[in-house]
């Protein structure tokens, strides 16, 4: 296996690991620097069997060439050349220029960087990969890879990996790999993974599949180098601008919760008044009744006539109140009035609306850099609703207020006309007691109208309830608002963008100078990458069909054969 994996990957074809975004360094013929590619063969579990180190060189001939590494055994791949060891230094007496590339036999215990485990669940029970070839079901395979805490130097914080799979589609279907870039490769899908250096990883791929077989699984790891040109940008400036505005939202989150607490007090204050409110209303409503009752049975006395008027200018009264508190309701159930409580305890909507706007225009500039800022553009932009929600419910409930004050206006404007009929009436109803049944009738109408307002009533304090509660769950809301921001202004004051930013610039570009992975004494290295790989996952081969025992035939069974007789 070994052979097989290393010829096949060796020489020129060593340059040939890419990863996206970033590649494999190719050997450079200028260079007088060492390079050094590290292969190790694993199981497909992710166990190591063999680990192997391919060194090159530029070279000319008279050149002596001394490296450093602890191998169990040496070849040179390119020239006639021999190679020399003694302890952990391998010397090579130059004969020709060019490319000198001599491999190097590691110990398999040799702790690479990284622990790769692979798990393979099939129809939901875990299976050894040995027993998997051949199977059907629906299949998750599990990547894992961490840190290896025995091995040396920096390169898991440094390096970065590509972990390639394909899986054939004759032989997979419903392929899910979340996170991979997915590319067609003949019948093949080819799934690649970028693991970011520093970083543990797990990936899950699941797919339904039919006499499964899968090619090795192949990690390529090189020094993560992005390139990154920030220019002019003031980094540190901004994160201060952040930072203050992260202090600005918990203020201002914090100030409309106390303005929302307010609203919420004046809410409780006028449905705790909509019992008067209701209370007055059938207190009308009864005396009308009272008045149907007093017509219906009215006769000519004055004592009646009395009952009548002093009923009347009870209506009359209760009917002007009932405007006069429709009014006020009209004016103070409103967004304005709303608005106006809170600039009153220091938040200006108008502004917070404005200041919002702005501040969701920079930092969706600022999340291409730091994408975990989505999350404050999307609590800028439920603030903003929280306020446009409230001035809609607002304005429709003041639209109700403002039908029934119009209502009301109506009624009292009518009765007060009614009023001065009756008491003009009053002056000539000896003279009209004949026509009793007409005012009768209008006062039937006018009880049964009433009934009607007196409907819309109740349902308008029953509105103010449902008002109630919704200003509740409006108050909760702007608690965990205010939770939200507090979490994030303490998230955000307690970053340092001194020492903590240029370790991870440094670490995305990739500066500093390649260390050598085979020998701390290899101080002269241009570049260092690993290639890792898996054996196929295969199907067990067909079982042999056992050869038929032969005949043992006796002489007359022969005899007849002999003859073309025998028909055994």
């Known amino acids: 296996m070994k052979q097989h994996f290393v010829r096949r990957v060796s020489a020129l074809a060593l340059a040939g690991c890419l990863l996206v975004g970033s590649s494999l360094p190719a050997f450079a013929a200028a260079s007088t620097a060492k390079e050094e590619v590290i292969y190790a063969n694993l199981t497909a579990s992710g166990e190591v069997t063999g680990v192997y180190a391919v060194n090159s060189f530029a070279v000319q001939a008279g050149d002596t060439v001394t490296d450093h590494g602890s191998y169990t055994a040496v070849r040179n791949m390119t020239t006639s050349d021999a190679v020399s060891q003694s302890g952990d230094t391998v010397t090579v007496n130059v004969t020709e220029d060019g490319k000198l590339y001599y491999e190097g036999t590691m110990d398999a215990a040799t702790a690479l960087p990284w622990v790769v485990k692979l798990t393979y669940t099939l129809d939901g029970q875990e299976i050894s990969p040995d027993e998997l070839g051949g199977k059907s079901g629906a299949l998750a395979i599990r990547l894992q890879v961490s840190r290896d805490p025995d091995c040396t130097g920096d390169f898991f914080d440094k ?21 991979a870039t997915v590319a067609n490769v003949g019948s093949k899908k080819q799934l690649s993974y970028i693991l970011l250096p ?38 540190t400036g901004m994160l201060d601008q952040l930072q203050n505005g992260s202090v600005q939202l918990d203020d201002g989150a914090n100030a409309l919760a106390d303005g929302i607490a307010q609203v919420q007090a004046g809410i409780d204050t006028l449905n705790g008044n909509s019992g008067a409110l209701t209370g007055g209303s059938a207190q009308v409503r009864a005396a009308l009744t009272q008045m149907q009752t007093a017509l219906n049975g009215i006769s000519a006395s004055t004592d009646e006539l009395n ?22 309701l009209e004016q103070q159930v409103s967004f304005d009035a709303y608005k106006a409580i809170l600039k009153e305890n220091g938040l200006d909507l108008d502004v917070v609306k404005d200041g919002n706007a702005k501040a969701i225009a920079q930092l969706e500039q600022l999340s291409k850099l730091m994408p975990q800022l989505k999350d404050v553009i999307l609590l800028l932009q439920g603030s903003t609703a929280n306020i446009d929600a409230m001035q809609t ?25 009614f009023d001065a009929g009756v008491q003009q009436l009053a002056g000539v109803l000896t003279g009209m007691l004949g026509n009793l049944s007409v005012l009768t009738d209008g006062v039937n109408q006018l009880a049964s109208q ?111 054969k002999l003859f073309g007789l025998y028909k055994g």
């Open 159 to 179: 390096y970065a990996l590509q972990v390639t799979m394909s899986l054939d589609t004759d032989l997979a279907r419903n392929i899910e790999a979340p996170g």
């Open 307 to 328: 009952t009548l008027l002093d009923a009347s200018t009870q209506i009359k009264n209760g009917i002007a109140q009932l405007d006069e508190g429709a009014a006020q």
């Open 393 to 417: 419910y607002l304005d429709t409930v003041n639209g109700g207020i403002a039908q029934l004050h119009e209502g009301s206006s109506t009624l009292n404007s009518s009765y007060g006309e």
């Open 198 to 235: 520093g970083a543990d990883s797990d990936v899950t791929v699941t797919a339904d599949v039919t006499d499964f077989v899968m090619d090795a699984v192949s990690l390529n790891g090189v020094r993560l180098n992005l390139n990154l040109d920030l220019g002019d940008v003031d980094l």
């Open 450 to 560: 009433y009934a009607k307002l007196d409907d819309g009533l109740n349902a308008y304090t029953g509105g103010v309830a449902q008002l109630k509660a919704g200003v509740a769950q409006l108050a909760e809301g702007a608690t965990q608002l205010t939770g939200g921001t507090g979490e994030l202004r303490d998230n955000v004051s307690s970053i340092d963008m001194g020492d903590e930013l240029d370790s991870l610039l440094a670490s995305l570009s990739g500066s500093g100078e390649a260390v050598s992975f085979t020998s701390a004494e290899n101080t002269d290295v241009s570049a260092v990458q690993f290639a890792l790989q898996t054996v196929a996952i295969t199907a067990p081969e067909p079982a042999a069909e056992p050869e038929a025992e032969p005949v043992v035939l006796n002489f007359w069974q022969k005899l007849l």
